[in-house]
């Protein structure tokens, strides 16, 4: 079956613009997660949703929000475009039962220039 | 493209050789803890598990050990390949949460 996909896989944005990634998860999994990934931090979780609710968030500031769809697909948005947000940004599908694999996306590179 | 650290740990390796990449977990309280493998250009690829009730676990030539009274985590790759040539992230998380705390990552490079 096909697997998660982002999309756009790569962006330039510049500094105080707003920008949106999109992911769609496997078919039949209803959990996404979105992570980012930079050289100095790592890879760091940012929220999660399950059934168009969002069920975790990580630390990041409120300048990154997300959604998801009733077909599972998923959106998060970034505000106010800071060059530090340039990262590559990862999405990850599962099936939201405890502890189940969670299948990445090929991530979406985001240059804020 | 590069989508990793720029100052990775490196282990380097001859082709046939075993590999075992070391990883030290922070929270205590994390009871899954899992090994990522990730190419350039791609995602995480998730390689194998192994909950904190368990201390070793084994996969298709990889086998990763667990000590949890000292918060250590290791991947090993028997002959490895160089299509293992990527960088290994570990990743803990604790049940009934969704977010997982990924590690620095080490990057391997195998020598043909």
């Known amino acids: 079956k096909a697997g998660v996909t982002q999309t756009p896989r790569y962006l330039i944005k510049t500094r105080g613009q707003q920008v949106t990634l999109s992911c769609s998860p496997i078919?039949?999994?209803?959990?996404v997660s979105w992570y980012q990934q930079t050289p100095g931090q790592g890879l760091q979780f940012l929220f999660e949703y399950f059934s168009e609710t969002q069920r975790n968030k990580g630390n990041f500031p409120g300048r990154f929000s997300g959604r998801q769809f009733s077909n599972s697909r998923s959106e998060m948005n970034v505000s106010t475009l800071e060059l530090g947000d340039s990262a590559l940004y990862l999405c990850a599908s599962s099936t939201g039962t405890s502890n189940d694999e969670q299948y990445f996306g090929p991530g979406t590179r985001l240059t804020v220039t | 493209g590069e989508s990793v650290g720029l100052h990775l740990p490196t282990l380097s390796v001859q082709e046939g050789d075993n590999s075992i990449i070391n990883c030290a977990y922070s929270?205590?309280?994390?009871?899954?803890f899992i090994w990522y493998k990730q190419e350039s250009g791609k995602g995480p690829q998730f390689i194998i598990d192994?909950?904190?009730?368990?201390d070793k676990r084994q996969g298709q030539r990889v086998t990763v050990l667990l000590n949890k009274t000292v918060k250590h985590l290791s991947l090993q790759i028997a002959a490895t390949q160089p299509g293992d040539s990527a960088v290994y992230f570990c990743?803990?998380?604790?049940?009934?949460?969704?977010?997982?705390?990924f590690g620095s990552g080490t990057r391997l490079q195998v020598q043909p």
């Open positions: 078919s039949g999994h209803r959990s």
């Open positions: 990743a803990e998380k604790r049940t009934g949460r969704r977010a997982l705390t």
């Open positions: 929270n205590s309280a994390s009871d899954y």
């Open positions: 192994i909950r904190s009730n368990m």
